[in-house]
């Protein structure tokens, strides 16, 4: 059996998977233990499949669920019986010594379940219309850097489906802290994650406004996640925090680079602060 399985969810993006895959092969990991890389394909057309084939025949590819990337993820896990989860997107590419320092962790820490990595961008921000997820000092829980026992994975139901664009991981971490699962932060399990634009073009999937209908599903399933997750301070000052630092570093370093979807995420964020707000006064 292996010991990990490495599920990469991907949707149209051939060139970042072909990259993701190369930086995991065992020419650029030291890791001696027996592990597998299963790939779960939401994409619309057959140009992942078609690369699949022709360039890593050997590596489990298989069909995933097109409901987003929870059940894109879930998919994938159905296809491995490894002992250890590790979770990465399909535009990341994974250092070298990333699994052995996910093993190494597991080994040093064994009542730990939970391990998560470090995510980096690859350059200095250029425009703010760009995003990246980066996690440089742990407590995200994000599954573009991830690895689960297999084991609890299944206990808990795996990833929730129901949230279709975000917040799967938000979700599941928040489901882990109500059962008392503790987590560790791996640093030398590092990944690098390009920039990516958050302009409604190209693979950029997500529609306007996903965030806040993410965490309306989120609080009508966890109402006892309110306020920690939906707090009207917060929230307005994250407002505050983007008009006093944010806007100033979008002007001054990126020369107004995609200030208007700074502008439009800080619209946002008021209609969340308005949103949370609702929810508050009918408690």
């Given at each position: 059996?292996?010991?990990?399985?490495?599920?990469?969810?991907?949707?149209?993006?051939?060139?970042?998977?072909?990259?993701?895959?190369?930086?995991?092969?065992?020419?650029?990991?030291?890791?001696?233990?027996p592990?597998?890389i299963?790939?779960?394909d939401?994409?619309?057309?057959?140009?992942?499949?078609?690369?699949?084939?022709?360039?890593?025949?050997?590596?489990?590819?298989?069909?995933?669920?097109?409901?987003?990337?929870?059940?894109?993820?879930?998919s994938?896990?159905?296809?491995?019986?490894?002992?250890w989860?590790?979770?990465?997107?399909?535009?990341?590419?994974?250092?070298?010594?990333?699994?052995?320092?996910?093993?190494?962790?597991?080994?040093?820490n064994?009542?730990?379940?939970?391990?998560?990595?470090?995510?980096?961008?690859?350059?200095?921000?250029?425009?703010?219309?760009?995003?990246?997820?980066?996690?440089?000092?742990?407590?995200?829980?994000?599954?573009?850097?991830?690895?689960?026992n297999?084991?609890?994975?299944?206990?808990?139901?795996?990833?929730?489906?129901?949230?279709?664009?975000?917040?799967?991981?938000?979700?599941?971490a928040?489901?882990?802290?109500?059962?008392?699962?503790?987590?560790?932060f791996?640093?030398?399990?590092?990944?690098?994650?390009?920039?990516?634009?958050?302009?409604?073009?190209?693979?950029?999937?997500?529609?306007?406004?996903?965030?806040?209908?993410?965490?309306?599903?989120?609080?009508?399933k966890?109402?006892?996640?309110?306020?920690?997750?939906?707090s009207?301070?917060?929230?307005?000052?994250?407002v505050?925090?983007?008009?006093?630092?944010?806007?100033?570093?979008?002007?001054?370093?990126?020369?107004?680079r995609?200030?208007?979807?700074?502008?439009?995420?800080?619209?946002?964020?008021?209609?969340?602060?308005?949103?949370?707000?609702?929810?508050?006064?009918?408690?």
């Amino acid at each position: 059996m292996s010991f990990f399985g490495v599920v990469i969810p991907t949707y149209e993006r051939t060139d970042d998977l072909r990259n993701c895959i190369k930086s995991l092969l065992p020419e650029n990991q030291i890791f001696s233990k027996p592990y597998e890389i299963i790939i779960s394909d939401d994409s619309n057309s057959d140009s992942s499949k078609e690369m699949m084939m022709n360039e890593f025949p050997k590596i489990k590819y298989v069909k995933g669920k097109k409901k987003g990337p929870a059940g894109n993820r879930n998919s994938g896990v159905k296809n491995t019986q490894a002992e250890w989860l590790v979770f990465i997107d399909d535009d990341c590419i994974a250092q070298e010594g990333y699994l052995n320092a996910y093993y190494n962790a597991i080994k040093e820490n064994p009542g730990i379940l939970v391990f998560e990595g470090r995510i980096f961008a690859d350059i200095p921000r250029r425009t703010w219309a760009e995003g990246c997820p980066e996690n440089e000092t742990g407590g995200m829980l994000w599954t573009s850097n991830l690895c689960v026992n297999r084991k609890l994975f299944a206990k808990m139901g795996g990833l929730d489906e129901e949230f279709e664009i975000a917040y799967e991981d938000v979700d599941f971490a928040h489901r882990l802290k109500k059962t008392g699962i503790r987590s560790k932060f791996v640093i030398d399990a590092s990944v690098c994650h390009p920039w990516r634009t958050l302009r409604q073009k190209g693979n950029n999937w997500k529609r306007k406004g996903y965030a806040l209908d993410s965490l309306k599903i989120f609080l009508k399933k966890h109402p006892d996640a309110f306020p920690t997750h939906g707090s009207t301070k917060t929230y307005s000052w994250h407002v505050l925090r983007m008009i006093i630092r944010d806007l100033p570093f979008c002007v001054i370093f990126l020369k107004c680079r995609g200030i208007d979807i700074l502008i439009s995420q800080i619209i946002d964020l008021i209609r969340t602060a308005l949103f949370v707000r609702s929810i508050a006064n009918k408690k």
